[in-house]
């Protein structure tokens, strides 16, 4: 079975249980749970247990914290909320991602380098990246990235804390067709590509955001696939 087979599977028996756990704190057996408080414990569970198959570090840590804030009565933990455990969530969820960074589905290249151009991504820097597959990022500081060259095929696009800018005007895509994997935590990514591609997406957001600020052209000859994630983030495309 599909994994979104599963996803849904469990949502559906989730919402089940809450329905049965709302009429159940109606008939007065689950005294200091309010409608509202089942109604965000069961949503957040379902968020936690989500991210944990995802393997979302933000995600299980930030739906945890908030389950606790708002059952602290409950669990006598009023002390560590709700600054303290939202910021041992947030302290958390950097520490983990540092320790063991999320895995993309094939092995990204090294980044290319740039003669005029060379530098550490996490400083405020301009480079033009080419090659078949092709690695750009940003960590605590402020990229641009021109992509350039022929028989391009995979591009991979990290942002964690940082802002990157990817620009894909002279980017010519192997068979016209290229993926493109981003992962954005923390941080802010804009993709700039042509209006006549066409541009499918299939991004992830926990606690996070995407917006196009126009569509491209569905029929068009180019085709960019976009997959991954965005946690605390956000990913804005423009069609230019």
Same mark, same amino acid.
């Given at each position: ?32 749970f309010?409608?509202w ?7 957040? +569970? ?7 198959? =995802?393997?979302s570090?933000?995600?299980i +840590?930030f ?8 059952? =602290? ?22 520490g ?9 589905? *094939?092995?990204t ?29 940003s ?7 021109y ?5 391009i ?5 990290e942002?964690?804390f940082?802002?990157l800018?990817? *620009? ?6 192997? =068979? ?19 209006? =006549? ?10 606690f ?13 000859? /180019? ?6 994630? /965005? ?10």
């Amino acid at each position: 079975m599909h994994k979104r087979q599963h996803k849904k599977i469990f949502w559906g028996i989730l919402f089940l249980l809450g329905a049965a756990a709302l009429l159940i704190g109606g008939l007065g057996h689950l005294e200091g749970f309010s409608f509202w408080t089942i109604l965000l414990s069961i949503a957040l +569970l379902g968020c936690l247990v989500d991210g944990i198959l =995802d393997r979302s570090f933000g995600q299980i +840590l930030f739906s945890l914290a908030i389950l606790i804030i708002i059952n =602290d009565d409950f669990l006598h933990l009023e002390a560590i909320t709700p600054w303290p455990v939202l910021g041992a969530a947030l302290l958390g969820t950097l520490g983990l991602n540092i320790i063991f960074p999320k895995r993309s589905g *094939y092995k990204t290249p090294p980044l290319p380098h740039h003669p005029k151009n060379a530098g550490f991504s996490g400083r405020n820097t301009q480079e033009f990246v080419s090659g078949e597959e092709i690695r750009c990022e940003s960590a605590f500081g402020y990229a641009v990235k021109y992509i350039v060259g022929r028989d391009i095929s995979r591009v991979f696009l990290e942002s964690s804390f940082g802002n990157l800018e990817v *620009y894909f005007n002279d980017a010519v895509f192997k =068979d016209n067709r290229a993926n493109a994997l981003i992962e954005c935590s923390f941080g802010n990514m804009e993709l700039f590509v042509p209006a =006549d591609w066409n541009v499918i997406t299939n991004i992830k957001r926990s606690f996070g955001s995407m917006e196009e600020s126009e569509y491209g052209n569905p029929n068009g000859a /180019v085709t960019l696939f976009l997959e991954g994630s /965005v946690s605390f983030g956000h990913v804005e495309i423009h069609h230019i």
